[in-house]
């Protein structure tokens, strides 16, 4: 029946977690070298204890730095993130193409 409404929104997709790690540098890159832990929280849609999680496996890979301002610690993006970014978003791209129907690309070409 639901082929009978194709204007019906479809589920949300569950984030993986290289969705996940795209976030929290996105959201991070945002702040230019200021991203405090519970901004990025907000910013990500995460607590901030999972968050913590992520953040230090983002340090531990190099895509993020950490340094302290006014004793707390605050987030920036390195080289390298950006270059996980822009292969991530790359990725999605042919993701997204191959994840849609033959008849949607077509409907969406007219």
């Known amino acids: 029946m639901l082929e009978d409404q ?9 984030r993986e977690i290289t ?7 996105e959201v991070v890159k945002r702040y230019r ?13 995460m607590p901030v204890d999972r968050l ?3 953040l230090d496996r983002l340090l531990a890979l190099g895509l993020l730095r950490s340094d302290d301002l006014d004793g707390r610690p605050v ?17 999605r791209g042919y993701v997204e ?9 077509g409907r969406r070409r007219r």
């Not at 987030?75 to 990725?91: K, V």
């Not at 193409?97 to 690309?105: F, I």
């Open 75 to 91: 987030f920036d993006i390195t080289p390298r993130g950006q270059e996980f970014l822009d292969t991530y978003w790359r990725m």
């Open 52 to 54: 913590r999680i992520f």
């Open 6 to 14: 194709p204007d019906r929104p479809s589920p949300a997709r569950r």
């Open 19 to 25: 969705d996940l790690y795209a976030t929290v540098l």
């Open 97 to 105: 193409v191959l994840e849609t129907s033959p008849e949607d690309r």
């Open 33 to 45: 070298g200021v991203a405090r832990i519970t901004r990025v929280s907000y910013g990500a849609g």
